[in-house]
């Protein structure tokens, strides 16, 4: 099912592919053998595009993640961002091109949202990290489009985890790149804040023309918000439309529990 | 909201502070000389009396300046440690770098006789004791490295670092028990910890040494910003996270165990001086500290070092007291409002 994604999303040809992978296969190497966690995986990603990574706990998530952002080498074939080997950027060249929104708790510091958010200057400042005009142009930018202007001069510890994540979404922002990838950003999240995340999210892959990936376990809220989902089962892993994976009950497999089954017409789980 | 120019007034102020506790410095001991003349003697002039001048020259100018380095140097060295351990609480003394240059010192006084004649000479040496006693920091930043991957708990740190000194503590425990009682005398004079008696050779290897490290320092500014968001997103923002870590280490180590070897262990100063640099200036910007922290670790050391010799006063108190009994109240207020990160 996964080796011909393209002609299954239907992707068209106008938007720009930002991030791509060609038979990846992703796993850990031991000193003898590989450890596959999972094999030909084939993936597009287009400008403008909000794409939600689904998959139960433990499936390999992180690894995908790990290896769509260069972190970590695949076993097999390549991921291309911008038509080029992500393994074969230097660090600051993928600093402009890629930017993470991760789910560590940050360490202690007097950071201010605003300077938090100047940070994400640091792949386009001299060495002492001196903020050009430009550069306090893009982080006004970044602020202004997360709207979080009304707390840029409180300290990043005194607001609370809802205010937190978008700020690290505006440091992501003010970074510059193409491609934005967010470790599960809705977690400790309520629902109110989830939904406000993720329609912020699909407003800034249209407005600034990104390609934004997340990860999540908010399947409902990824089916109603996303344009592209990549679910990720034991057996393989599959990108598509909402509406096309449902149609091919890609989501039936997400778990491994007989008492957990999907329902198209509700667009969610139920449990029996 | 996120001005420099704010910071300006407080920099010079604090470049004021600097000159007037150094002339300061300089004019109160035990002999009392009068502020013009202590001008005069630093300016080339004649002051009125040649026993004055020559007290200032030889004795009083290089114990300032030893306290200036020192105080820049600990400093800043507590800042790049703070910001690198994640860990507010992080200083020289309290992860044991100065336990470490210890080590290295009380290796090379009192371990000196094991060696054949044109070794020991050489280790006895200063260069011999700073090298031994910057390796000995090294070692140290190297075990907590390692002990610090591990263990993403950052309390547990501290408590590697006080497993350190206690560790150091007891083998330079063990050293002396085989060493003469000369040696003996010289290792424990040098461990309760004085700003005074240096010549002029060694101030100038104190001072080479200490601006390598400053300057050091100096290029991690921008990588040290970027860790205030963790490792992870200071690699994903393109630093080189490896290189980076290398040169604050090399820094730091150069910085304590250069400073320690001439003047001992200084408690404290490394430890506190970064934190009053962030009450002041209100921001984690690496510049704006590091020279803040600069600035006011020279001025804090050089009050100390003057508290030391109380005007009219024929006793000096050991520097490492003072420090002692000014820091460790601060140290116990910070942790007291801990729920407010520094």
């Not at chain 2, 075990?143 to 560790?167: K, N, P, W």
């Not at chain 2, 200084?266 to 209100?282: D, E």
């Amino acid at each position: 099912m996964a080796a011909d994604a393209k002609t299954q999303t239907g992707i068209s040809m106008e938007k720009k592919i930002v991030l791509s992978a060609q038979d990846l296969s992703i796993g850990y190497q031991h000193k003898k053998q590989n450890e596959t966690i999972a094999q030909a995986i084939n993936l597009a990603f287009e400008e403008s595009n909000l794409i939600a990574l689904i998959g139960a706990n433990g499936i390999g998530k992180s690894t995908l993640l790990r290896t769509l952002t260069g972190i970590q080498k695949p076993l097999l074939g390549e991921v291309q961002l911008n038509h080029k080997n992500i393994n074969s950027y230097s660090s600051s060249e993928l600093a402009q091109n890629l930017a993470v929104v991760l789910t560590e708790s940050l360490p202690p510091s007097n950071l201010t949202v605003f300077e938090l958010v100047a940070l994400g200057r640091q792949p386009y400042t001299n060495w002492l990290g001196k903020l050009s005009p430009e550069d306090l142009d893009s982080v006004n930018k970044a602020i202004s489009l997360t709207q979080i202007d009304g707390i840029a001069h409180k300290k990043h510890f005194e607001i609370s985890d809802g205010q937190l994540q978008k700020v690290l979404i505006a440091r992501a922002l003010a970074q510059d790149t193409p491609l934005i990838v967010l470790d599960e950003p809705t977690t400790h999240l309520d629902l109110q804040h989830k939904v406000n995340l993720i329609r912020l999210l699909k407003k800034l892959a249209s407005e600034t023309a990104k390609c934004i990936l997340y990860s999540t376990h908010d399947l409902d809220l990824a089916l109603q918000l996303s344009d592209q989902i990549v679910v990720m089962t034991s057996n393989d892993v599959v990108q598509g439309t909402p509406e096309y994976l449902m149609e091919h009950h890609a989501f039936d497999k997400l778990f491994n529990d007989k008492s957990i089954r999907f329902n198209s017409h509700k667009g969610g789980f139920v449990i029996r | 909201m996120y001005s420099q120019k704010r910071n300006i007034p407080i920099f010079i102020i604090l470049g004021i502070a600097l000159v007037m506790a150094f002339l300061l410095n300089l004019s109160l001991g035990s002999v009392k000389i009068p502020f013009i003349d202590v001008v005069h003697s630093l300016t080339g002039g004649e002051a009125s009396k040649s026993t004055w001048e020559y007290i200032i020259l030889h004795y009083r100018l290089p114990k300032a300046l030893t306290a200036l380095l020192a105080g820049m140097g600990l400093s800043v060295s507590g800042l790049l440690m703070q910001t690198l351990f994640r860990n507010p609480l992080a200083g020289p003394d309290v992860l044991g770098l100065s336990s470490g240059a210890s080590l290295g010192v009380a290796f090379v006084i009192l371990g000196a006789g094991f060696l054949p004649g044109i070794l020991s000479g050489f280790f006895l040496s200063p260069y011999g004791i700073v090298l031994a006693s910057t390796a000995g920091s090294f070692m140290v930043l190297l075990a907590i490295l390692v002990v610090s991957q591990r263990l993403r708990d950052t309390m547990a740190i501290l408590i590697i670092g006080l497993m350190f000194s206690s560790f150091t503590g007891a083998i330079v425990g063990v050293l002396t028990f085989f060493s003469t009682s000369e040696q003996l005398q010289k290792f424990t004079f040098w461990s309760l910890g004085s700003l005074g008696n240096l010549p002029w050779e060694h101030i100038i290897i104190l001072a080479v040494v200490c601006i390598a490290g400053l300057l050091l320092s100096a290029i991690c500014i921008k990588p040290l910003d970027a860790l205030l968001l963790g490792e992870r997103y200071a690699k994903s923002m393109g630093i080189n996270f490896k290189k980076t870590r290398f040169i604050i280490i090399l820094a730091a180590s150069l910085l304590t165990g250069t400073i320690t070897a001439f003047t001992g262990p200084i408690a404290f100063v490394g430890l506190v001086v970064p934190h009053i640099a962030k009450l002041v200036f209100k921001t984690s910007s690496h510049l704006i500290l590091y020279v803040g922290t600069i600035l006011s670790g020279a001025i804090i050391l050089l009050v100390c070092d003057t508290f030391t010799q109380m005007p009219g006063s024929e006793y000096v108190l050991p520097i490492n007291a003072i420090t002692s009994i000014i820091g460790a109240p601060i140290v116990i207020w910070l942790l007291m409002r801990k729920h407010k990160p520094v």
